[in-house]
């Protein structure tokens, strides 16, 4: 009876143990490639399934009974500036997988026959496509690079080695090769992976990516591939980090989604894909992509209070008011100051003005003579056309008068955000620059989306400034106001205050005096020595 027991539960391990080892069984997958195979690519007559591999007798040096020949091609690695290791010639067991998938050497050249096994259908090497990488592993997942704790400081995203789990090995070196991803003898979970890749648990299992609420930013393979990428760095499933968003911010999805109609309006930042391609890690060409403003891996819906930095762009770098880098952005305008500040690629002023500052980190510093209150309050404690919700306290975000004309904040129904518009420049309402334009409400429905233009405390109303005489004289506001501000390094509180910085294509010097310039005399109260439309203007005062 105990013998019988006995048999029983080693005749059912033994059965378990069968259907496991059926489970991982490389006979049902691509890397059976006799000629009993179902596969595409297989022999012509060879019927051994691991001759391709392995051979008992007379192989290679190299564990575990090597039967290839290794490829001596010299390869591109990987290098991209977000990889702080430095990926070095392949080794070990890439070298070893590389000797079918680098389409050097044919799929039957073993070293245990003298003639090449004839494969079906004249095939020699692995045709072009994700399984043949080719000599040029630039746009693959990088390999043969020691992956220790010495990354971890500047990738906090990246697991501590010493707590991967054992699926997911190392070599014996400590270096990520082919088979830290790949297990070349089990298919079970597709692609010969070592584990799930369900909601990409095996990316996540090194790269402890944020979790966002927005779904399609959690699953990698939206945005990724890890071989043959279009876009070598970044491994990216486009070309490039905005066409890769473009594939799903795009016209098919339309609504909310479609920031393609957006950078393809009249005024849009500068997405070139040529410069992109030519040098993707060079500023200095003007080249703007999404993930310039944008971190798509912590990126959240909601809305934030100015200045505070919205949700919808993630965990970013910038460049806070003193003109130094941050790693994290934490109010909108030191993201725009990365590009608009000190290293502003832009040289000349979009209207010629009697005082030239490119560079907007200083229009709106804390110091500066008057400016928009983007980075602080404003200089002036006395605005009245102000509307409702806006006060001489406040502060407000670039993005209120920057950003899509179809936008929500716009009045429209598209996105929000500074992708593109058809007012220039990238402006969320019409503001008209040029001179012997006839005011109206929709000429500057930007100014007079947060100042009143009629009733006592409008700009027409010629409270603080006798505005309307000029307005009817078809003068812009553009013509005497510079809409961001005045640095404290170039103008003062007497001549620029009150954002004044004439237009000199539109207002010349004084001709009695000489003198192109406003004072401020007081509240309400000033002077101007100027010539515009033909009209002279020496030290003529105004006081309400």
Known sequence: MKYTRLFIVVAALGFANALVHAQQSIVDTPHNLSAGSIGNIRASFEEQVCIFCHTPHNASPIQPLWNRYLPVAAYSVYASNSLDANPG??????????????????????????QIIQMAGGI???????????TDLSDDHPISFVYDTSLLPNNPTLTDPNLLPPEVALDVNREVQCTTCHDAH???????????????????????????PIPTHNECSSCHQPHTSPSGPYLLIADGVTNTCLTCHNYRLGGGE??????????????????????????????????DCHDPHSMMPGSARAPSIHPSLGQVSGVNASGA?????????????????????????????????????????????????????????????????????????????????????????????????????LLIARYETADYTPESASAYALCYTCHWRDGKDGILSDRSFPHSIHLDDNISCSTCHDAHGISSSQGNFVNNSHLINFDTSIVFPDTITGLLKYETLGRFAGQCSVNCHGENHSQKGYAQ
């Open 89 to 114: 010639q392949p080794t070990g067991a890439s070298k070893m997988c590389l000797s079918c998938h680098d389409g050097t050497i044919a799929v039957g050249s073993v070293i245990s026959r003298d």
């Open 258 to 291: 479609n920031i393609q109609t957006d950078i393809e309006k009249f005024s849009a930042h500068n997405i070139d894909r040529s410069l992109f391609l030519a040098n993707p890690s060079d500023p200095s060409h003007g080249q703007v992509s999404c993930t």
């Open 124 to 134: 020699t090497t692995l045709p072009p496509g994700s399984s043949n990488l080719g």
């Open 325 to 425: 880098r941050v790693p994290k952005a934490s109010a909108e305008y030191e993201v725009c100051f990365k590009c608009h500040g000190d290293n502003a690629a832009i040289t000349s002023s979009y209207v010629p003005r009697q005082i030239t500052q490119t560079n907007t980190r200083l229009e709106f510093s804390p110091s500066a003579i008057s400016s928009h209150p983007v980075v602080g309050p404003g200089q002036n404690p006395d605005v009245p056309s102000l509307k409702p919700g806006w006060s001489e306290s406040s502060v407000m975000h670039c993005s209120d008068c920057h950003g899509s004309d179809t936008s929500k904040l716009a009045g429209g129904a598209g996105p929000n955000g500074v992708h593109g518009s058809n007012e220039e420049p």
């Open 186 to 212: 089990d298919n079970s979970f597709g692609d010969f992976l070592v584990r799930d890749n369900t909601d990409s648990a095996l990316c996540y299992t090194c790269h402890q990516m944020p979790i966002t």
